[in-house]
């Protein structure tokens, strides 16, 4: 695919001219696109859109406000950024607001993998040898080097497709032994053991119906309700949206059998997310902020301030991958002013949330709406090793890799994903962090050891 250059004259025709005056970026895209005689299946085919969606986008009858998609679109096709309505990828704000220094007591996070801007070349090197030593001894010899196999879903789509589970040891499981296997549930998502989960999936299943069909049938509902949503995040985590749709779908079917009323939460957001994965942004909205507000008033737990402060954490995001800034602010506030009133991170039932998670979810927001420099800003404020999970941890560096990658600074980028690999090997298999790789692979010379990790985690 062949990208244009600044002096295509593309960019001084009518046409161009009126798209920019209008600010019209699917028309830009179009002209673009044409101009580089690359057809819509091929954009679809690299950006992972369909063609029929692209074409939408382009005559303006589905709006182009996915900041990451224009992003790639515009590297793809030699689009200007700004002409998307794109920061720079250099952007001289950010770097001038990244120099300032850290706010007190966090001034050591800065080293690893966030550095300051003055830093001695000599010294990031040294450091970055060491990160890549410490991490794996595979990493300089990109020979011995193999990708991780994908985890399985087979006996959960066995499960969605035909409702096969393992056959039960004992006749009648025990409320302690279901309570057990979600317990396991949560501990292997909230550790990134993805491919046990997968594999566990099924049994834990065959134990929750068990209850429910042994008597108690809001128990097994709670329980069944429960395991689909982790199985929805599990998805989503592996990027399978089709299957992430019909267990979110099997969550809300559970809840109505009587789940409580923190189970009903999780599965709205888990639908919310699915929803914003299909690119229904104000649809994925309304389903979390709704969910939300039925939770005002009923208790000031952790529990219920956790369930409320992930879904307007949620909703938040879904603002931001939408491109709409404002909304985002207003609803990332609301889930500060419930992290407030938790006053510290908590793990509760799976579910992690506090001021921590609020920040992890600032970084996101400003990674999607173009801002790296303030995505880095919001990532000084977190010591990584204090958030609760591996996934959080993990989360935290794929997050800063994805705003030095954007911000050019490809080092540091590499340096947070190898840190992400040492908190949670399995995390980094993602689709996110296999595209950042491919990129990183430019840059193979400087970066001792890029090329074994992009084996590793599926990129090559």
């Not at 303006?60 to 224009?70: A, V």
């Not at 985590?237 to 079917?253: F, H, I, P, V, Y």
Request: charged residues 20%.
């Amino acid at each position: 695919m062949d990208a244009l250059d600044s002096s295509h004259p593309l960019w001084h025709t009518p046409a161009m001219r009126d798209a920019l005056t209008r600010r019209d970026a699917g028309s830009i895209v179009r002209l673009a696109r044409r101009a580089a005689d690359v057809t819509l299946a091929d954009l679809g085919q690299a950006v992972g859109y369909t063609a029929a969606s692209l074409s939408r986008m382009e005559r303006g009858q589905q709006p182009m406000r996915d900041i990451e998609l224009l992003t790639r679109i515009a590297g793809l096709l030699g689009i200007p950024p700004p002409l998307l309505g794109l920061a720079p990828r250099h952007d001289q704000a950010a770097a001038a607001s990244y120099g300032r220094a850290a706010p007190p007591g966090i001034a050591s996070l800065g080293r690893e993998p966030i550095g300051e801007e003055d830093e001695d070349p000599v010294r990031r090197r040294k450091l970055l040898a060491r990160v890549a030593g410490a991490t794996t001894s595979v990493i300089l010899t990109p020979a011995t080097a193999t990708a991780a196999p994908r985890p399985s879903l087979s006996g959960l789509e066995d499960v969605l497709l035909y409702r096969n589970t393992p056959a039960l040891a004992a006749p009648q499981p025990t409320p302690a032994a279901v309570a057990a296997a979600l317990d396991a549930a949560r501990r292997d998502f909230a550790a990134c053991r993805y491919d046990r989960l997968a594999r566990a999936l099924p049994g834990h299943f065959a134990l929750a119906q068990a209850l429910t069909d042994t008597g108690r049938p809001e128990a097994g509902a709670t329980a069944v309700a429960e395991l689909y949503n982790i199985a929805t995040r599990l998805c989503i985590k592996l990027g399978e949206d089709e299957m992430s749709a019909a267990t979110a779908d099997r969550a809300l079917t559970a809840c109505r059998g009587g789940a409580d009323v923190l189970t009903t939460a999780e599965a709205h957001r888990m639908v919310s997310s699915v929803w914003r994965r299909a690119q229904h942004y104000t649809r994925a909205t309304d389903v979390a902020v709704t969910a939300a507000q039925q939770l005002v008033g009923r208790s000031s737990d952790a529990a219920v301030l956790s369930a409320k402060g992930n879904l307007y954490a949620t909703a938040a995001y879904t603002a931001g991958k939408q491109g709409d800034r404002y909304l985002a602010r207003d609803l990332i506030a609301e889930a500060g002013a419930t992290a407030d009133q938790l006053g510290h991170d908590a793990v509760t039932g799976g579910a992690v949330f506090g001021p921590s998670q609020v920040i992890l979810h600032q970084i996101s927001i400003s990674y999607l709406l173009g801002d790296a420099g303030t995505a880095i800003e919001h990532a000084r404020r977190i010591r990584p090793a204090t958030l609760p999970t591996p996934e959080r941890q993990a989360r935290y560096y794929v997050d800063v890799a994805r705003a030095f990658d954007r911000w050019g600074k490809h080092d540091r980028c590499f340096n947070a994903l190898l840190a992400a690999e040492k908190a949670a090997p399995q995390e980094v298999r993602l689709g996110s962090v296999r595209t950042i790789a491919a990129g990183l692979m430019r840059h193979d010379r400087h970066l001792p050891g890029v090329r074994a990790f992009a084996v590793r985690v599926g990129a090559l």
